[in-house]
């Protein structure tokens, strides 16, 4: 849906990115002014709405208007998603992350991860606590699209789940120091205590970052 740090050159921009840019250049906006910028239905701008709701991304506010006109909402996002716009928290991580390597190299890199992954532990364990395995890929789903990993899950005809993330919040951070990606499914089978293999990788061209939990 949602493409990967969204900016207004970036190319296959889809009709909820383009809702989503609007917003951010416009700050708030009603369906009649999606209309006339996307120049479709209001049904369709609408759904598309709907969706972006779901997802948590924007946000409505009922306007009443003064006088006899009806009410209306006016729409804006979310903050979560100003996630999906370029900051300088990555600049901040890679810097970091540069200062460890030069002093310790990779390993070092990956000790200061692990270090990390261990205290997202602690702090995230009781979330999961006295919940079956469904309710913990839901709860993990969730935390993961907390950080802006726009992170999904479905259930497996098999009784296996997969879980898959549109959107890395960590890119430019993850081409250059992969030990961030491989301490991810760690991360998740440590949180849901059990198996989670990595299917899809976005690192490798695929369209999203997937992931299988494996029932036991």
């Known amino acids: 849906m ?10 296959n921009v889809t009709t909820q990115d383009s809702i989503v840019l609007f917003i951010k250049k416009n700050k708030e906006v009603t369906v009649s002014e999606l209309c006339d910028y996307l120049k479709i239905t ?22 009443r208007s003064h006088g006899r006109g009806r009410p209306f909402y006016k729409y804006r996002l ?14 901040l991580a890679m810097d970091l992350l540069d200062a460890v390597y030069e002093q310790s190299g990779h390993e070092g890199v990956l000790n200061l991860l692990n270090i990390r992954n261990k205290k997202r532990l602690s702090t ?12 913990r890929v839901r709860e993990v789903s969730r ?8 992170t999904e899950w479905e259930s497996l005809p098999d009784g296996n789940f997969f879980i898959f993330q549109r959107h890395c919040a960590v890119h430019d951070v993850a081409q250059k120091y992969r030990q961030v990606c491989a301490l991810e499914p760690k991360l998740m089978e ?11 990788y976005m690192l490798k ?12």
Do not use: W
């Not at 995230?124 to 309710?135: H, M, W």
């Open 205 to 216: 061209n695929d369209p999203v970052c997937g992931y299988l939990v494996h029932q036991s």
């Open 124 to 135: 995230l364990s009781p979330r999961l606590e006295d919940k079956n395995l469904q309710e």
């Open 190 to 200: 440590s949180l849901l205590g059990v198996k989670v293999t990595r299917e899809k």
């Open 2 to 11: 949602i493409n990967h740090q969204l900016t207004q050159s970036q190319d």
């Open 78 to 91: 979310t903050h979560k998603a100003e996630n999906l716009f370029p900051s300088g928290f990555q600049n």
């Open 143 to 150: 935390i993961f699209s907390e950080d802006g990993y726009m």
């Open 42 to 63: 209001s049904m369709a701008v609408r759904r598309h709405l709907n969706v972006l709701q779901s997802d948590g991304l924007i946000d409505a506010e009922l306007v």
